[in-house]
């Protein structure tokens, strides 16, 4: 199923690599933030492994 929705939570500790994994969606100030206007389905895969990788299970997406 294509990825529609994509967001961090509150638990996010800023480890980096959600940024290092996929910086085209992600980008990390004072915690991990999602790029705006950007077309989720051109990195599905790397989206899946930031989730799947995360130490804090704070991205989410759908």
């Not at 940024?19 to 933030?33: D, L």
Request: aromatic fraction near 8%; proline fraction near 3%.
């Amino acid at each position: 199923m294509a990825i529609k929705k994509v967001w961090v939570t509150d638990d996010c500790i800023a480890c980096g690599l959600s940024e290092s994994t996929c910086p085209e969606v992600f980008e990390v100030h004072n915690k991990a933030q999602v790029k705006e206007n950007v077309d989720f389905s051109a990195y599905e895969d790397k989206i899946r492994e930031a989730a799947k990788n995360c130490p804090v299970q704070a991205i989410k997406y759908e």
